[in-house]
């Protein structure tokens, strides 16, 4: 595959692999997620049990305001270098 499709490839498995790790995530009910978003700033974030999803939708870098869930936060996957949580 060229390079921008095996990027890509890679991070669907990626994505599908954090999904089979992630229990939470699997949950067909939508009933325990929470989601809060700023249209403005191009920014969602869906929290489930003990994983938060935070979608950055703009072509800038920007700080995503995260729910409190149980557990030291870790970043599990991105899509782009240079993501960090910050405190």
């Given at each position: ?19 089979r ?48 869930l ?15 949580l910050?405190?």
């Amino acid at each position: 595959a060229r390079p921008a499709h095996q990027a890509w490839l890679e991070h669907t498995r990626a994505l599908i692999a954090l999904r089979r790790e992630r229990p939470d995530l699997r949950d067909p009910a939508w009933d325990p997620s929470r989601v809060v978003h700023d249209e403005a700033a191009g920014w969602l974030v869906l929290g489930r049990a003990r994983t938060a999803v935070a979608v950055n939708l703009g072509r800038e870098a920007r700080d995503v305001p995260l729910p409190s869930l149980p557990g030291t936060p870790r970043l599990l996957l991105s899509s782009r270098q240079g993501v960090a949580l910050r405190e």
